[in-house]
T-cell receptor
């Protein structure tokens, strides 16, 4: 079956440009997560959706970052006025969200979008 | 604030060796702990998930243990192979399902 897909896989932007990164989760997965991974670092949580509701956006580094999931499926992470420090791999993950507690919940990751801001 | 530490940062071993990767976390209030593998330029692959009430999980040559009270987990890889070369990441699941990650252990298994 299809896994999590992300597009584009690579994006080069000039400083100040706006970018939009897309995530297609596994069909039927309720939860969707965005993470940012800088070179040589572990991923850092950005934001979390349950269906179309954005339940946690505490990891978004600034108000230039905006995420949406309007129909509870595909999600878009938008970065406005990109800066060089935004260069990173942006990872999307989805999970089934079984029950109320995520004790048994595995997150399935896409291949990521590598963003380079010049 | 939850912090996750992985030791060692890098490891190079000859093929066939058994090896142990370590992960520690500061807040024991977790739902689960997960080990992932990351290959260069690729996404993350989930290897093992240990629920907070469990002590260990096994999959093939991989065994992961969890001691929640002391904030530690180990990933044991038996009879290592060159194809095991990758970065191994440990992550704990806390509030709102978000994963808090270590920096990873970069493993090289030499033929």
């Amino acid at each position: 079956g299809a896994g999590v897909s992300q597009s584009p896989r690579y994006k080069v932007a000039k400083r100040g440009q706006d970018v939009a990164l897309r995530c297609d989760p596994i069909s039927g997965h309720v939860s969707l997560f965005w993470y940012q991974q800088a070179l040589g670092q572990g991923p850092e949580f950005l934001t979390y959706f349950q269906n179309e509701a954005q339940l946690d956006k505490s990891g978004l580094p600034s108000d230039r970052f905006f995420a949406e999931r309007p129909e509870g499926s595909v999600s878009t992470l938008k970065i406005q006025r990109t800066q060089q420090e935004d260069s990173a791999v942006y990872l999307c993950a989805s999970s089934l969200a079984l029950g109320l507690a995520p004790v048994r919940e595995t997150q399935y990751f896409g291949p990521g979008t590598r963003l380079l801001v010049l | 604030k939850q912090e996750v530490t992985q030791i060692p940062a890098a490891l190079s071993v000859p093929e066939g060796e058994n090896l142990v990767l370590n992960c520690s976390f500061t807040d024991s209030a977790i739902y689960n702990l997960q080990w992932f593998r990351q290959d260069p330029g690729k996404g993350l692959t989930s290897l093992l998930l240990i629920q907070s009430s469990q002590r260990e999980q096994t999959s093939g040559r991989l065994n992961a243990s969890l001691d929640k009270s002391s904030g530690r987990s180990t990933l044991y890889i038996a009879a290592s192979q060159p194809g095991d070369s990758a970065t191994y990441l440990c992550a704990v699941c806390g509030d709102n399902r978000k994963l808090i990650w270590g920096l990873g252990t970069s493993l090289a298994v030499n033929p």
